[in-house]
């Protein structure tokens, strides 16, 4: 099996720069890719590829960590589009070849925190 830490790191690189071929050569042929928070499922290589040239605005991405094992990857990200800041958890598996077979985006909705709390917590 490669080395599933570096097809993430080039994943995110390769999604930033707009490079799809790239993209896609990490990707297994029937990678999936799973968005749990909107219940939606996209199946395939070619079309998880059409779904991220085709996501709307001038959105760049940042690693903020990456967390990986044989087989098993984790990364939080940074999205911005124009002043907008987005956070995302998303999980990699790898295939037997060391090609990402599933990804799975988690997208939280910053909220303010609830009232009580401020004499224990530090806001950022």
């Known amino acids: 099996m490669t080395d599933l830490r570096k097809a993430v790191e080039s994943y995110w690189a390769a999604a930033d720069a707009r490079d799809w071929e790239a993209f896609a050569d990490l990707l297994a042929e029937d990678v999936v890719y799973t968005l749990?928070?909107?219940r939606e499922r996209i199946s395939g290589r070619e079309r998880y590829v059409e779904f991220n040239r085709?996501?709307?605005g001038d959105w760049h991405v940042r690693t903020e960590r990456v967390l990986a094992e044989p087989g098993q990857a984790v990364t939080w990200t940074l999205f911005t589009v124009g002043l907008e800041e987005m956070h995302a958890i998303t999980f990699f598996t790898a295939d037997?070849?060391?090609?990402i077979a599933t990804v799975t985006d988690f997208w939280?909705?910053?909220y303010e925190p609830p009232a009580g709390r401020e004499h224990l917590a530090e806001r950022y």
């Open 54 to 56: 085709e996501y709307p």
């Open 108 to 110: 939280p909705d910053p």
């Open 36 to 38: 749990p928070q909107t």
């Open 96 to 99: 037997e070849r060391g090609l």
